[in-house]
């Protein structure tokens, strides 16, 4: 059941699964508008658009396929948030669950 729903779907605010960019100005350029915030950098960057109940989309490097140099990225969600939050923390999922979901998609 972890793969349900999260890392097969695209977030319908964004309207792709994965999407090649220039550089990492021109993705976040589009992303940031639409309530994504960075949450780290490894591997080409992390983002997340918070949901309600500790949820959240995330775009995250994918790598370079066709290799162009430029970076392809995905999206996917709705899934748990591994960011802190006290939503999730107070009901015992946190931080526990986020790694199985995770792990297990």
């Keep these: ?3 349900l729903w999260g890392c097969t779907n ?4 964004l309207g792709w699964h994965i999407k090649e960019f ?3 100005s021109e993705l976040e350029n589009e992303i940031i508008l ?4 960075k949450v780290a950098d490894y591997y080409g960057g992390d983002y997340r658009r918070w949901l309600d109940y500790g949820y959240s989309y995330q775009v ?3 790598g370079d396929f066709d290799n162009d140099g430029k970076p392809e990225y995905h999206s996917e969600g709705p899934e748990p948030s591994p ?3 006290w939503y999730a923390f107070l009901r015992g999922w946190w931080p ?3 790694y199985v979901w995770h792990d297990n998609c």
Aim: net charge negative; hydrophobic share 30%; charged share 20%.
């Design 1 to 3: 059941m972890a793969c």
């Design 10 to 13: 695209p977030d319908p605010v």
């Design 22 to 24: 220039s550089n990492v």
């Design 34 to 37: 639409k309530s994504y915030h």
């Design 60 to 62: 995250h490097y994918w």
């Design 83 to 85: 960011e802190f939050n």
């Design 96 to 98: 526990e669950e986020v």
